[in-house]
């Protein structure tokens, strides 16, 4: 298939399929109409399939069509990556690493971590963000983000895992709590009394109202907080129950009258891994990162 086209191509295309008209298509890409269908249909003729089916209402894209939208979005993705690390350079800066994480690696693994390569590697930036685990690999399959890190209870097919750390969630109560004299219990069991979650930005929160809307509830949220510190604190103060990682839990029970229950729940057990769509594609410096993120494991 001897297809030839250009960025300007791309970008065509992609505002056409997005705005699902060759007219509107064409105005966000400050074109003529006929210039933008001569250009599709050079682009189809090129490539010899049809890409767009064109109807009275608009233009939608076929089977094919879709391959090559899925295609044009990385492209445009990486190039804005590109421009995004070259800025870096202007600044002074080397390199830059793309990190999501979810909320127990962000609070409690990667501030350890973290500063010991920016401190062996100053002229390298880093970006890290906080998502759900789902979120997170949807964005390392796209190539939003250079490195991942998730709980092992997602999909990961077609990307690279390393092992990162383990960790339990656990129910913390305050010492005079019903539920304080127990070892352990269920989930759904605790459902029954007053929460103190993180705020609704954060992994944790999802993660939790997605395990208890799979029991068909809710959590009885009494305040949201922004870090574990203080959801120990209002859970100390018996203003409702928290779930946290233990790490946290363990740290916070050493200073606070809070007591730890183990969750019965598998998905309770949490195996944070590292995860990126090609480790030798990345830069010297992120993937020293990776190594330096798999041996703190």
Known sequence: ???????????????????????RGAERSHMSLPAASIRIKNLEEGLGIKLLYR???????????????????LVLQ???????????YVKGAKGHVRIFANTTAMAEFLPAI????????????????????????????????????????????GLEILPFKEDRLVLVTSV???????STMLFSDALEHDFVGMVEASAIHGFLAQAASDLNRVIKMRIQVGNFEAACRMIEANVGLGVLPYSAASRHAKSMAIRIVEIQDEWAIRKLQI????????PVFARELIELLASAG
């Open 1 to 23: 298939m001897a297809a030839h086209f250009d960025l300007p191509d791309i970008k065509l295309f992609v505002n056409i399929a997005e705005a699902n008209s060759l007219t």
């Open 78 to 88: 990486q190039l804005t990556n590109l421009r995004g690390d070259l800025a870096e």
């Open 114 to 157: 973290l500063p010991t390569f920016l401190a062996s590697h100053p002229d390298v930036n880093i970006e890290l963000k906080e998502r759900l685990s789902n979120d997170i690999v949807r964005a390392v399959s796209e190539g939003k983000v250079d490195i991942g890190i998730v709980a092992g209870n997602v999909r990961t097919e």
């Open 176 to 182: 005079s709590h019903p539920l304080a004299s127990r």
């Open 275 to 282: 995860c990126v769509k090609n480790l030798q594609a990345l």
């Open 55 to 73: 109807t009275s209402q608009g233009v939608t894209l076929t089977p094919p069509g879709q391959a090559f939208m899925h295609h044009a979005r």
